[in-house]
């Protein structure tokens, strides 16, 4: 019988600070819409000859502009965000050392920073085009950026994340679960939103038809409209795809009683609305578990086909708590 895989080595981690990501990515999105509607408008796509030319010449000094201009957006926004900063509300200094980092059977330690057990290290992520990045999503440290050939740290907390006896914990009784949490009302509005902006766009393309000619108002409608949906979209679609594994959280189910990890959320299954839904639409198709407490927050959990998540669905519907039907929205 073969040993369980270990990592044992020096490596850099670093607490990536990623607060102001969000603002910085709506504001470029906004950026990229307004240049591509005022390019759309100002450039005479009806020219010819010689005035061709000069609007392809129009079309690289936009692009240009484009590119220098999510500098400044970029740059702009971080030198707000420190003018806004208060002074006695500083954050914590990051963690930022070459440390000795252990994985084993116990769990992920760094040395200077701590120890989290398994059911505390929510997710993994990569950098793209980047094979010595590894970014890991704990519970009690938030993200660590782990400086280290993937190759060889991967496969070792895939190892342990995968592992389907992981759930169960004799001790306590409970089974520990991850899942990545959203708001499943939150989410329907922001895409009623996208429809909205979309439609007003077009509306407003089109009563304006007459005095932008035929292939202005067709080029708007083709590229304007979805791309103001898409503006809005990219928040909900963001949540539960790029940036799904910081929404990743840790769950028990002790009898019927469902509770957090980290105490933020918890409620006996047994007086509250549970059921498995799947929804789909333009760029989204997902199963999720929806839970409904007669009182309290409620809970949207989106299932990804994990080991712990088959756990958490069969011991849901091994005590009666899980309807087999899985409706669709």
Excluded at 24 to 35: D, E, F, N, S
Excluded at 225 to 234: G, I, M, T
Excluded at 265 to 282: E, T, Y
């Amino acid at each position: 019988m073969s040993s369980p895989p270990v990592f044992s080595r020096r490596i850099q981690v670093t607490q990536p600070d990623a607060a102001g990501i969000w603002p910085i990515l709506l504001l470029c999105l906004a950026y990229t819409l307004v240049l591509v509607a005022a390019s759309v408008w100002l450039i005479d796509l009806d020219a010819t000859g010689w005035s061709s030319a000069l609007n392809l010449l129009a079309w690289f000094a936009l692009f240009a502009l484009w590119l220098v201009g999510l500098v400044v957006v970029v740059r702009a926004w971080l030198w707000l965000e420190t003018l806004w900063r208060r002074p006695g509300k500083r954050r914590p200094k990051l963690f930022n050392e070459n440390a000795q980092v252990d994985i084993d059977e116990a769990g992920l330690s760094v040395q200077g920073l701590g120890h989290v057990d398994w059911i505390d290290v929510l997710s993994l992520e990569g950098i793209p085009d980047s094979d010595n990045y590894l970014v890991v999503h704990t519970r009690p440290f938030g993200k660590l950026l782990l400086t280290v050939p993937v190759d060889d740290v991967a496969p070792v907390l895939n190892h342990y994340l995968s592992l389907r006896a992981a759930p169960t914990q004799p001790a306590t009784g409970a089974l520990q679960s991850r899942a990545l949490v959203f708001c499943w009302r939150c989410f329907l509005a922001w895409i009623a939103a996208g429809y909205l902006l979309g439609g007003a766009a077009a509306i407003a393309l089109l009563f304006n038809a007459s005095d932008a000619g035929f292939l202005k108002t067709l080029v708007g409608l083709c590229v304007i409209v979805p791309l103001a949906a898409w503006l809005v979209w990219f928040i909900p679609l963001g949540q539960i795809s790029t940036f799904a594994p910081s929404r990743v959280r840790a769950f028990e189910l002790v009898g019927t009683q469902l509770r957090s990890t980290d105490g933020s959320w918890q409620a006996d299954l047994q007086h509250a609305s549970v059921s498995r839904r799947r929804a789909k639409g333009i760029g989204y198709d997902f199963s999720f578990i929806a839970i409904r407490p007669p009182q309290g927050k409620r809970l949207d959990l989106l299932l990804e086909g994990g080991a712990d998540q088959e756990a958490l669905l069969d011991a849901l519907a091994d005590r009666g708590l899980l309807p087999l039907t899985n409706p669709e929205l």
